[in-house]
């Protein structure tokens, strides 16, 4: 019972790292783009 609490709270540990890193690369993309966007605008 021990072990699999401990598995859970890991993965929940995976998962908030993964959803940082997922926000991260997508504000990254975002970036990129409106500033091609705005090199190819201007």
Not at 17 to 32: E, K, R
Request: net charge positive; glycine share 4%.
């Amino acid at each position: 019972m021990k072990t699999q609490e401990m598995t859970s709270r890991k993965h929940v540990r995976t998962n908030k790292a993964l959803g940082i890193y997922t926000v991260f690369m997508v504000s990254l993309s975002i970036s990129y783009i409106v500033t091609s966007w705005l090199q190819y605008v201007g």
